[in-house]
């Protein structure tokens, strides 16, 4: 069992804390403990919400789970991969072959499309080096346009500092979360 090195903050929340987290969270949905132990810190909790990446975007739903499960996955980061899994696989229709690619498979695991081991190709590439060989580069361009580009890359860097957090932090799982894959 994972115990959390700081416990969240409990209800009832702040009126302006509860209006922020009634607009990330599904209805009916208690807000994430990542949230809740982030608001410990005010500061940290606004500037994590301002960089979140959690409008829609420029990139479809379904490229943007792709990235966030593999960058997850790719972190070792349980708890948010779970969450993910939870909220959005079924939405996004992958597979349980693409689900476990995500975590045990390389970037050219034949469950995925070609454009799908492109975003694994670049998630990997960001994640061992912090860096992106041409060769991705110039397939991430031919594919995508440039405002995709950026929000594909700032993705996987925002899904490093959640990882960073919840590990760090050693959230345990939520409740609905899927078991991470590698811990059944």
């Known amino acids: 069992m994972t115990v959390p090195r700081i416990e969240p903050i409990s209800p009832p929340y702040p009126a302006p804390l ?8 599904p209805r009916g949905v ?19 919400r301002a960089a979140s990446l959690l409008d829609r975007g420029p990139v479809s739903l379904r490229h943007r789970e792709v990235v966030i499960d593999r960058t997850c996955a790719r972190c070792g ?17 992958l597979t349980s072959d693409q689900l476990q690619a995500t975590v045990l498979g390389d970037a050219d695991h034949p469950a995925w499309c070609t454009d799908e081991r492109l975003l694994s190709r670049m998630v ?14 110039d ?3 031919a594919t ?15 899904y490093h500092t959640v990882s960073f957090f919840t590990n760090g ?3 345990a799982p939520e409740p609905y979360g899927v078991p991470f894959l590698r811990d059944r």
């Open 18 to 25: 509860q209006a922020a987290f009634d607009r990330i969270m």
């Open 30 to 48: 208690p807000p994430l403990q990542l949230f809740t132990t982030l608001a410990r810190v005010p500061r940290i909790y606004d500037r994590f």
């Open 77 to 93: 980061c349980a708890y948010e991969w779970g969450v993910h899994v939870a909220f959005f696989a079924q939405r996004v229709a």
């Open 124 to 137: 990997d590439e960001l994640h061992d080096s912090a860096n992106l060989s041409d060769q991705v580069w």
């Open 139 to 141: 397939a991430l361009a």
């Open 144 to 158: 995508f346009s440039v405002e995709q580009v950026f929000e594909l890359i700032a993705l996987v860097g925002f």
């Open 169 to 171: 932090l050693r959230l």
